[in-house]
Nanobody
Framework: EVRFVESGGGMVQPGGSLRLSCAASGLTFSIYDMNWVRQAPGKGPEWVSSIVTGGSSTYYADSVKGRFTISRDNAKNTVYLQMNSLKPEDTAVYYC???????????????????WGQGTQVTVSS
């Protein structure tokens, strides 16, 4: 079965940094684009970032552009999200996800994703 396990969340002060990891198993990781989605309390899922299979192209929501960096290590079956200059509005559960079909162009909506991790909590508060 396909399994994604997110880690690296926690509580940080505004302006701080966190690095999230998503370890994948049960699929040929290198042929799937990967995505990060977050969901804040009381709100719907929000697409955050995408990275293509080889890692050569990345995409970001306007709300995180310039502060977050997505990357991947196909040899380790892992995708990362480096989060800098964190703001209270970044507080959410962060998920990694992908479509069920490989070799797709990166999509930018949670509606497109079939496989999800369990999520990791990020809390930004003073």
């Amino acid at each position: 079965e396909v399994r994604f396990v997110e880690s690296g969340g926690g509580m940080v002060q505004p302006g701080g940094s966190l690095r999230l990891s998503c370890a994948a198993s049960g699929l040929t990781f290198s042929i799937y684009d990967m995505n990060w989605v977050r969901q804040a309390p009381g709100k719907g899922p929000e697409w955050v970032s995408s990275i293509v299979t080889g890692g050569s192209s990345t995409y970001y929501a306007d709300s995180v552009k310039g502060r977050f960096t997505i990357s991947r290590d196909n040899a380790k079956n892992t995708v990362y999200l480096q989060m800098n200059s964190l703001k209270p509005e970044d507080t959410a559960v962060y998920y990694c996800a992908t479509e069920s079909r490989p070799f797709t162009i990166a999509t930018m909506t949670p509606l497109a994703y079939d496989y999800w991790g369990q999520g990791t909590q990020v809390t930004v508060s003073s």
